[in-house]
């Protein structure tokens, strides 16, 4: 038997695989290319976010600051630096700017308004027999002798490093004041 044999002629490569494989590395180096750029993005925005509502405490801060002192009798404007995590350092350190607190208007407190179970609210009591007891400020209106007088304080935090503010803060506070009191 003779068999015979044919040698099979080596096929010539076409380089397929090369180009797809070519082809899947590009598609690939354009997905990470994309997703390191929305990473970058979406880092810068969550700074900025984090800058802003930081500000938006120091801003906070500095307006309770306000507050708690008596700046009804003489409204002043200030400006301070509040260390917004006590770090002690530059960076978390923003300068906050509160004009002078504006009075917006006095509005009288009404008796029915008044606890009088609570000790800051029985000065306020023109008498408890009768409406009109001839006392300068009570009347048949319903008027305590006390008033609120409204006022509003704003403040606006710059970030370190930075020459722009955030956006400003703004609280409205109602003071206690006498019957007849001025802004």
Not at 61 to 86: K, Y
Not at 105 to 124: F, H, M, R, Y
């Given at each position: 038997?003779?068999?015979?044999?044919?040698?099979?002629?080596p096929r010539m490569?076409?380089?397929?695989?090369?180009?797809?494989?070519?082809?899947?590395?590009?598609?690939?180096?354009?997905?990470?290319?994309?997703?390191?750029?929305?990473?970058?993005?979406?880092t810068k925005l969550?700074?900025?976010?984090?800058?802003?509502?930081?500000?938006?405490?120091?801003?906070?801060?500095?307006?309770?600051?306000?507050?708690?002192?008596?700046?009804?009798?003489?409204?002043?404007?200030?400006?301070?630096?509040?260390?917004?995590?006590?770090?002690?350092?530059?960076?978390?350190?923003?300068?906050?700017?509160?004009?002078?607190?504006?009075?917006?208007?006095?509005?009288?407190?009404?008796?029915?308004?008044?606890?009088?179970?609570?000790?800051?609210?029985?000065?306020c009591y023109a008498?408890?027999?009768?409406?009109?007891?001839?006392?300068?400020?009570?009347?048949?209106?319903?008027?305590?002798?006390?008033?609120?007088?409204?006022?509003?304080?704003?403040?606006?935090?710059?970030?370190?490093?930075?020459?722009?503010?955030?956006?400003?803060?703004?609280?409205?506070?109602?003071?206690?004041?006498?019957?007849?009191?001025?802004?």
């Amino acid at each position: 038997m003779n068999r015979s044999r044919r040698s099979a002629a080596p096929r010539m490569q076409a380089g397929a695989t090369l180009l797809v494989s070519m082809i899947f590395l590009m598609v690939i180096t354009l997905i990470v290319v994309s997703s390191i750029k929305a990473v970058n993005v979406n880092t810068k925005l969550v700074g900025n976010m984090q800058t802003q509502k930081e500000a938006g405490a120091a801003a906070q801060q500095a307006i309770e600051s306000t507050i708690s002192t008596d700046f009804t009798s003489l409204p002043t404007p200030s400006t301070s630096v509040i260390d917004i995590n006590n770090s002690g350092q530059a960076g978390s350190a923003y300068t906050v700017e509160v004009p002078a607190p504006l009075c917006t208007g006095v509005k009288p407190i009404k008796l029915s308004e008044l606890d009088a179970t609570n000790t800051d609210d029985q000065p306020c009591y023109a008498s408890g027999a009768s409406q009109n007891t001839g006392i300068v400020g009570s009347g048949a209106s319903g008027n305590s002798l006390c008033s609120n007088s409204n006022w509003e304080v704003n403040a606006t935090a710059t970030p370190p490093g930075s020459t722009e503010s955030a956006p400003t803060v703004h609280q409205g506070i109602a003071v206690r004041v006498a019957v007849g009191a001025a802004c």
